[in-house]
Nanobody, 115 residues
Framework: QAQLVESGGGLVQAGGSLRLSCAAS????????MAWYRQAPGKQRELVAV???????DYADSVKGRFTISRDNAKRTVYLQMNSLKPEDTAVYYC?????????WGQGTQVTVSS
């Protein structure tokens, strides 16, 4: 069964940085558009960033200029570099394909930004 394992979250002060990683098990990883999603307490899961198989990227307006998504197909890993973090970035972060349908959701990684 295809799996995703997120890591790299933690507690950081506002203005700080974190780099999230997501390791995918699917051998055809390189053809998948991958994305990072997040879910804050009491809110719906939202799309944060997308990277296509060709490397094109897109971001939610709330993170543009602060977050960078990238991928390493040889390692079957997608990354999210998060800079200038704000308290409103606090959430559990998940990776998955875009659109959904290949993987079940992983356990996510908690990001907490203190003010």
């Amino acid at each position: 069964q295809a799996q995703l394992v997120e890591s790299g979250g933690g507690l950081v002060q506002a203005g700080g940085s974190l780099r999230l990683s997501c390791a995918a098990s699917r051998m055809l990883f390189s053809i998948d558009a991958m994305a990072w999603y997040r879910q804050a307490p009491g809110k719906q899961r939202e799309l944060v960033a997308v990277i296509t198989s060709g490397g094109s990227t897109d971001y939610a307006d709330s993170v543009k200029g602060r977050f960078t998504i990238s991928r390493d197909n040889a390692k079957r890993t997608v990354y999210l570099q998060m800079n200038s973090l704000k308290p409103e970035d606090t959430a559990v972060y998940y990776c998955n394909t875009r659109p959904l349908g290949v993987y079940s959701w992983g356990q996510g990684t908690q990001v907490t930004v203190s003010s």
